[in-house]
């Protein structure tokens, strides 16, 4: 499998047609499958202490499908468990379910609360050091939730897309000092985005839009489910790519 940087923009996830209903419908029926039984994440669920203390990060890892919070089989959730295993001073790590932006916007805020009013005061937001990461849905809701942030004025250290399925995840918003994008365009059905860009360059340095290929890959997916697979092998062998997840682990790493 090789890596390498590209720039050209890819057509991510077919739409059209009967064709296209009929490919959704095993897809959203994998999703409905993956929910059942699953505990819904709540705020109480975040190990945070809040307010960080001067110079601490923020780790945020987004989940991909339906995955829950508090998976450690899938990609996202074994690199939050790697990173709370460095046992880096001052560095907390939680995951967080793509649906669930707003659980991590508070705990952001309170997190940056220093004086407990409730309320976010001018100098406070400037204190940040948050790190965003996430597959898939995930992904996308990296950029979602980087925008939100740019609203409050909230700055973010770094963010890392891996093959990133969403609407309007390729433009990473000025409050973001660094972005990464990892990706796959073998897809048939599902392929990550690419190219990332800044909306002021300025402002934000994007550090690659990271290429992989998994035309005749070995990774073995014969573990998973069928819903896990059907119409986008390419994107679960991303998902389970030890390469990929050790390029995510050098760039949070980078930057703490």
Not at 132 to 154: C, D, E, M, P, T
Request: net charge positive.
């Amino acid at each position: 499998m090789g890596l390498e940087t590209r720039s050209e923009g890819t057509v991510r996830i077919f739409r059209g047609g009967r064709f296209g209903i009929l490919i959704a419908l095993p897809l959203f029926g994998g999703l409905l499958a993956s929910c059942a039984f699953r505990s819904a994440q709540s705020y109480v669920h975040f190990s945070t202490p809040t307010p960080l203390r001067d110079q601490e990060t923020l780790i945020l890892g987004f989940m991909g499908g339906r995955d829950s919070w508090n998976n450690t089989e899938v990609g996202v959730g074994r690199m939050a468990q790697r990173m709370r295993d460095h046992r880096l001073p001052g560095v907390h790590v939680e995951t967080v379910e793509n649906r669930k932006r707003d659980l991590a916007v508070r705990l952001v805020r309170e997190s940056l609360d220093l004086d407990g009013d409730g309320r976010l005061q001018k100098a406070e937001p400037s204190n940040a050091r948050i790190i965003v990461y996430g597959q898939s849905f995930g992904g996308a809701a990296v950029v979602k939730f980087a925008r939100q942030l740019h609203a409050l004025r909230i700055p973010v250290l770094l963010t890392v897309q891996v093959d990133s399925v969403g609407l309007n995840d390729s433009e990473i918003p000025p409050n973001v000092l660094r972005a990464a994008n990892l990706y796959q365009d073998n897809g048939w059905l599902i392929r990550g985005e690419a190219p990332i860009r800044a909306r002021n360059p300025e402002r934000t340095e994007i550090l690659g839009n990271f290429r992989f290929d998994y035309d005749g890959s070995n990774i073995d997916l014969s573990h998973l489910p069928w819903h896990k697979t059907i119409g986008r092998v390419a994107h679960a062998r991303m998902a389970r790519d030890p390469v990929v997840w050790r390029k995510v682990e050098e760039l949070i790493l980078g930057v703490l």
